[in-house]
């Protein structure tokens, strides 16, 4: 605790006083390999396979020398990856030896969740049917994981776009009258990383939305994003190209995400701005942030 403070309080200086952060939060895409074909992905299973362990160790250690303390793995579906006998986890253990303070995991889910990583992130877009129009036939095999204890803590990701937008009450509903063992659910907005298609909403269509998430929120329902980060979203008024953020692939590595700067404006990032409202010391965004740091 003592080093994460030593760490954090100059950190938290920089980033809200002055505005000259440096790298905190470091995601590494340690396999392109996926065993779902997503909508809208064109991420996965495009032949780069997985990094060797003794890659990954270099990227690491080099993401904590220049002073990255918080790390997320995605892929792919990161929960395949192996070199010979290692898995994920001993990826997370080397992680830990190295230093970083949280080790969190984006997941569709569907290769259970028996990790010693601090947070599972868990895609989830929706009831049955709508969750079918992104990623398949898979709501219950990932609801099952997700009660399956033990397990670490999980917050759900759910996508808006224009097919899973009309499910996101019901779903929200049903994780609350369920009791579904989530800290929460944050939600993405689809972003057209390949150019605008079938799923895009556009921002009036985006703002529409987010008035009912804010309307979700006042009456108590599982959202995770904060007020403020919800209404950054709606003007479209936040920094892009977060510099707190770095996410490395086998192809090398990028400011804030694997996308052009061409799809920023359209970017629906929940996280992005729940980043940018916390450096604006907007308080329920501070709040989150702190939760999950």
């Known amino acids: ?63 904590y020398a220049r002073g990255c303390r918080e790390l997320y793995f995605t892929g792919g579906e990161p ?3 192996r070199d010979g006998d290692r898995t994920l986890e001993d990826v997370i253990a080397l992680a830990r030896r190295i230093g970083f ?17 601090d947070l599972m992130w868990v895609s989830v877009d929706g009831l049955p049917e709508t969750y079918k129009t992104r990623r398949g036939d898979h709501f219950d095999e990932v609801e099952r994981a997700i009660r399956t204890l033990p397990r670490p803590p999980v917050t759900v990701i759910y996508v ?26 944050m939600v993405y907005f689809h972003t057209p990383y390949y150019g605008k298609d079938e799923l895009y909403l556009d921002a009036e269509e985006r703002a529409a939305v987010i008035d009912r998430l804010l309307a979700c929120k006042r009456v108590g329902l599982p959202l995770v994003n904060s007020r403020a980060g919800l209404l950054a979203l709606r003007s479209g008024v936040w920094p892009r190209r977060m510099p707190v953020a770095l996410v490395a692939d086998g192809d090398g590595e990028s400011v804030c995400c694997r996308a052009s700067d061409a799809v920023c404006p359209d970017c629906g990032y929940g996280a992005c701005t729940e980043l940018s409202e916390a450096q604006r010391l907007k308080p329920s965004a501070v709040l989150a942030m702190v939760k999950y740091l």
């Open 1 to 63: 605790m003592l080093a994460r403070l030593r760490h954090y309080v100059p950190y938290a200086w920089r980033f809200v006083a002055t505005r000259t952060e440096g790298p905190l939060i470091y995601g590494l895409a340690v396999t392109d390999r996926c065993n779902l074909t997503c909508r809208a992905c064109h991420v996965s299973n495009n032949g780069a396979g997985d990094l060797p362990f003794a890659r990954i160790s270099d990227m690491l250690e080099s993401a």
């Open 79 to 81: 929960m395949l990856w």
């Open 101 to 117: 303070f949280h080790i969190h995991v984006y997941t569709n889910g569907t290769q259970g969740l028996d990790t010693s990583a």
């Open 160 to 185: 808006i776009d224009r097919f899973t937008a009309p499910g996101i009450e019901p779903f929200l509903r049903w994780v609350r009258d369920t009791e579904l063992p989530v800290n929460g659910v």
